[in-house]
């Protein structure tokens, strides 16, 4: 079970040397009202009496020095403080990035990229300020209200008690608090995870918010989720803001009591000194204070442990691929089966449903395999199986003679170069996105795959060239740019395996015919390409012909026009247009 604070591991000397520079902060906070007490009842008598102004001087020199040394403290612990607590984030949130990255593909679906942000960035500043504060106050507070006790039971016992009765009470205070406040953290997070969901999608979804003219819609969405954030928060902060005021009423209630009780003593003749009168008002005054902050610290550690539950959930969590290679960097020769499906289906975990089922096709190196069918056929799905994102339920798959389950994943990833239907390009150069598939590619290479995927022309039209920049997303590209700076990219990678995901759909007829013929002309390159088009398929080795989950038949163009009704409607409905 892994800990959030166990990346405080390198921050042991910090974590010593910040409380301890605090204490010395306390000792010096403590001296100081019995120095004024020892001027107001001895030094100002003195002055007045013979003129003698070295009992007004000396401890005021000192309450200066004292003062000095408890910045100086301060400050020395201050900056620990930062730099553990901001260290410690850094640590934490590389961690949570690697852990996501190591992650399934069906994991991350199902975390969702909205509450991945929120970690990311809420959950680990949250637990980034509980460190600062551990380091800075967590001591310094409960020392400070036991020191202030000791001196005032030094001072006059009787009246102490009355200083310990407010501690017991506001404590049982924050302690309802803390109850209170635990259940409800966990909600609002909850709401602050669907607001950044919300916000995700409706940002990534703007032109098609505006081309529909749904500003409206997404906006009361928006609003009422919203609502409910501030519904919930509301709760939570009610509760937390009268705990300063209910302490700062039953401090002020102290004092009262015990000027009172001293007003009656002095009557009596057994009061205390002026002086001590000072030093214990002083004390309660730091008695108040330190509460405070332990009422906000309360606040700051249960918003910090919701979140440490739920940075250690992902923490924790273990992807559902495994990788316990048996075997990796097999070799193949042309014509042998490098992918074999042998009655393989798949459901996803909380679906009844197979999503594909009983799939039994070989696909042999070098061939160019084509796959086609309705929209939830399944294409994408095999894609999925062959990348190994996902694991098949029932029956198994075959990668170069042995399971795909026993190979290395990441030689697997190595050996197949995969173009998404939806293009993806990141903030950057154009050479720095396709370096991500070969960081030694060279400019020549570069250059011979934006040719082959036909971005050349346009690359070669900037005047940077291969230096132009890339918006995020690649939105200062059209979609077609898009998927052929990404094809180019696969391409550079010199993968074994090609698999094109629906994604030449932007493309026009005669771009998509110049791009078959460059990639047919890569006779060692296993083609696997996934479309919507009759014509993108027609030169393949082998089309396959999905139908709801199942194979519906398998074979060349020429002879699925005469075996597959499926293919042949598909054929025929995009030839009459």
Do not use: W
């Amino acid at each position: 079970m892994k800990n959030a604070y166990y990346y405080l591991k390198h921050y042991k000397k910090e974590l010593i040397l910040g409380p301890a520079f605090k204490m010395l902060e306390v000792v010096f906070e403590l001296l100081i009202p019995f120095l004024m007490s020892y001027i107001i009842d001895t030094g100002i008598n003195k002055a007045i009496s013979n003129g003698d102004y070295s009992s007004i001087y000396i401890p005021g020199i000192i309450i200066l020095l004292l003062g000095v040394l408890g910045f100086s403290s301060t400050f020395v612990c201050q900056y620990i403080a930062s730099i553990a607590s901001q260290g410690f984030g850094t640590e934490l949130r590389n961690a949570i990035y690697k852990k996501v990255t190591g992650l399934s593909l069906r994991e991350v679906e199902l975390i969702g990229k909205g509450n991945l942000v929120t970690l990311i960035t809420n959950d680990v500043n949250r637990m980034q300020v509980s460190v600062a504060m551990m380091i800075r106050l967590v001591l310094r507070a409960p020392m400070l209200i036991i020191g202030s006790l000791i001196c005032a039971f030094i001072i006059d016992y009787h009246l102490a008690f009355i200083f310990l009765e407010v501690v017991i009470l506001i404590s049982l205070i924050l302690f309802f608090v803390i109850k209170q406040s635990s259940k409800r953290i966990l909600s609002t997070q909850k709401s602050v995870d669907d607001l950044v969901t919300i916000t995700n999608d409706s940002l990534s979804g703007i032109r098609v918010v505006k081309a529909f003219n749904n500003e409206e819609y997404e906006i009361n969405k928006y609003k009422k989720q919203t609502d409910d954030y501030y519904k919930e928060m509301k709760k939570v902060t009610l509760l937390n803001a009268i705990t300063n005021p209910v302490t700062f009423l039953i401090i002020n209630v102290a004092i009262v009591l015990v000027v009172y009780f001293v007003g009656s003593s002095t009557i009596q003749g057994t009061g205390l000194s002026s002086g001590d009168l000072t030093s214990l008002i002083s004390y309660l005054n730091q008695i108040l204070l330190a509460l405070i902050v332990v009422s906000n610290l309360v606040v700051i550690f249960t918003k910090a442990f919701a979140s440490k539950k739920r940075i250690e959930k992902l923490l924790n969590l273990e992807p559902s691929i495994k990788n316990n290679p048996k075997y990796k960097d097999l070799k193949v020769n042309d014509g042998e089966t490098l992918f074999s499906f042998k009655d393989a289906s798949f459901k996803y975990e909380e679906e009844d449903n197979l999503v594909v089922s009983n799939l039994t096709f070989d696909i042999k190196k070098g061939e160019t395999i084509g796959i086609i069918g309705g929209t939830g056929s399944g294409k994408t799905t095999i894609i999925k199986l062959l990348e190994r994102f996902f694991d098949v339920t029932s029956g198994e798959i075959l990668y170069k003679g042995v399971n795909i389950k026993d190979y290395d994943l990441n030689s697997l990833h190595n050996e197949i170069s995969l173009v998404n239907q939806k293009a993806i390009l990141f903030k950057g150069t154009i050479e720095s996105n396709l370096k991500m598939a070969n960081k030694a590619a060279s400019e020549s290479e570069m250059i011979e795959a934006l040719k082959v995927a036909c971005a050349y022309e346009f690359v070669a039209s900037y005047e940077d060239g291969l230096n132009h920049k890339v918006e995020e997303g690649g939105k200062n590209f059209s979609g077609g740019q898009r998927q052929r700076l990404s094809i180019a990219r696969s391409i550079l990678k010199n993968s074994e395996t090609l698999i094109l995901d629906d994604s030449t759909s932007a493309l026009d007829y005669l771009t998509e015919k110049n791009l078959r013929y460059n990639l047919s002309n890569k006779t060692e390159l296993t083609k696997i390409i996934i479309a919507q088009r009759v014509s993108s398929l027609v030169n393949a080795d082998k089309i396959i012909v999905m139908y709801h989950g199942r194979i519906d038949a398998i074979g060349t163009h020429e002879e699925l026009l005469n075996k597959s009704n499926i293919y042949k409607e598909i054929y025929e409905s995009q030839e009459n247009k």
